[in-house]
């Protein structure tokens, strides 16, 4: 098979079950402590069903380097809060026998194809980033003037890549405020794959398609000078990378659409593949004070929180502002406690609430010990798991350090197609193998294969 078809693992035995060929689904969360109800609802609970739908073959991650950017002048937190977040996962379901799970840095990949990426992507690009200008203009704790804070994208680009094949579809599941991040991805791949995916093939050189080279020539802005044709044509003979370079500088989709069918002189490949965004649905899930959950507002519930705290911290839940004495008639519509309601109670005791809000029939105390009652019913199963695992931090290692060298296999592959497209390192290998073979050293003297490359 060529480099860029190889089939993931286990896909030959998912061929023998007829079974066609599934889509990836690459996600993952920065080490930032313990999770909330906000991350089950709002990215957990989503990964997990995917993870369970046949259709799709899951990585998911653990963003231990994403932590540095912001955050490189304290590292204690990491470690810990990496095995926490690892701890949280499984706890919510993920499963390491249905999806990879995985730690960024056990895959040094990530770096190199980090690397690659940022060589090919324009500052503006990231400077635009409405999260980095937002960032820069509000966050002031935290010095984020720097290198890897501004390339931030470009990494989250590399890690969702790794994971794509040409023939796989990729998708990304994330909220609406990561949407942005992913569009710039797109953009980021289209223009790799237009410098290192795009090939100008050698019949376009010879003679009798002179007339197709002078076309290409027009076509270009940067080569169409009237006048200059004669020394153009001259230069793009001596230099073929000319007009990739100038391909990319117009765009392939273009260069191709004022092509024609001479377009057959080219030849263009999808070294990366461009995912796509899957914004699921979420529902709102406000904190105990009504703004967005967030462990920095002190509002949130932790996957981990005790009875005794659940019920002390929905106690003083803001409710609909307008009702102040218990005699007042309320509005659930603009209330968190029934917002919680809705995930975590029944239909009946919904209606209840819902009935006893607007009729003042109940009181917020009452209607917030049923809610409690059922959110600690919802969280105890997910609670016992997490503590099963606590109890024994060696067998969450073990796991993402198994995820990891599973997801290291599939990121090896990618980064061996995209060494070869950027450098074609296995030509270059080949054609010093030939001219070895040319000049037929003695017998038992140095004659070496070329090996390919690949590790
Ligand atoms: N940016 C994500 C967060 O803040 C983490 C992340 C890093 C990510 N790389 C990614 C998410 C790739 C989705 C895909 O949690
Ligand atoms: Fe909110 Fe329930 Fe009070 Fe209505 S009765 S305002 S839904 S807490």
Redesign the pocket.
């Known amino acids: 098979m060529p480099l860029g078809e190889q089939a993931p693992p286990g896909e030959s035995s998912r061929k023998a079950r007829g079974s066609a060929r599934r889509k990836r689904v690459l996600s993952g969360m920065r080490p930032t402590g313990r999770l909330h109800i906000g991350h089950y609802f709002g990215a957990l609970q989503n990964w997990v069903k995917l993870q369970d739908d046949p259709q799709y073959e899951c990585f998911y991650f653990v963003a231990d380097w994403h932590a540095l950017t912001s955050d490189y002048a304290d590292t204690s937190a990491i470690a810990q809060n990496t095995v926490e977040i690892a701890t949280d996962f499984l706890a919510s379901g993920l499963d390491p026998a249905k999806s990879v799970l995985f730690q960024q840095s056990q895959v040094p990949e990530h770096a190199e194809l980090h690397l690659l990426l940022s060589m090919v992507t324009p500052l503006g690009w990231l400077e635009r980033v409405p999260t980095y200008k937002e960032a820069m203009e509000n966050i002031k704790d935290k010095d984020l003037h720097t290198y890897g804070f501004l390339g931030y994208p470009v990494l989250q680009t590399g890690d969702i890549v790794m994971y794509g094949e040409p023939r796989t579809e990729l998708v990304v599941p994330v909220g609406e405020d990561q949407v942005s991040h992913v569009e710039l991805t797109r953009e980021i791949v289209r223009r790799f794959n237009e410098f290192y995916g795009f090939e100008v093939k050698d019949e376009l050189f010879s003679e009798n398609n002179a007339a197709v080279l002078e076309k290409v020539i027009c076509i270009l802005p940067s080569l169409g000078t009237q006048g200059a044709e004669g020394k153009n044509l001259e230069a793009v003979r001596n230099d073929r990378g000319l007009i990739r370079k100038y391909v990319a500088e117009m765009g392939l989709k273009n260069f191709f659409k004022e092509l024609g069918k001479d377009k057959r002189f080219f030849r263009s490949v999808s070294v990366l593949r461009e995912p796509d965004v899957m914004l699921t649905a979420t529902p709102r899930i406000p904190g105990t004070d009504g703004r967005k959950m967030s462990k920095s507002y002190g509002n949130a519930i932790t996957l981990s929180e005790s009875d005794e705290d659940i019920r002390a911290k929905t106690k003083v839940?803001m409710?609909?502002p307008a009702?102040k004495r218990r005699t007042d008639p309320?509005?659930?519509d603009v209330?968190?406690?029934?917002d919680w309601?809705k995930l975590f109670s029944s239909k009946e005791t919904q209606e209840w609430?819902?009935q006893?809000?607007r009729t003042a029939g109940?009181?917020?105390i009452?209607?917030?010990a049923a809610?409690a009652d059922n959110l600690i019913r919802w969280i105890e199963p997910i609670r016992a798991r997490r503590q099963e695992l606590e109890a024994h931090p060696q067998r969450v290692w073990e796991i993402l350090d198994d995820g990891s060298a599973k997801a290291r296999r599939t990121a090896k592959r990618t980064m061996r197609r995209v060494r070869e497209a950027v450098f074609n390192w296995d030509r270059a290998r080949k054609s010093a193998a030939d001219s070895a073979a040319a000049t037929k050293p003695p017998a038992g003297g140095l004659a070496m294969k070329a090996r390919p490359q690949g590790n």
Request: overall charge neutral; aromatic content about 4%.
């Open positions: 839940m409710t609909d009702r309320g509005n659930p209330c968190p406690v029934f309601h609430s819902a006893g809000c109940i009181g917020c009452e209607c917030k809610m």
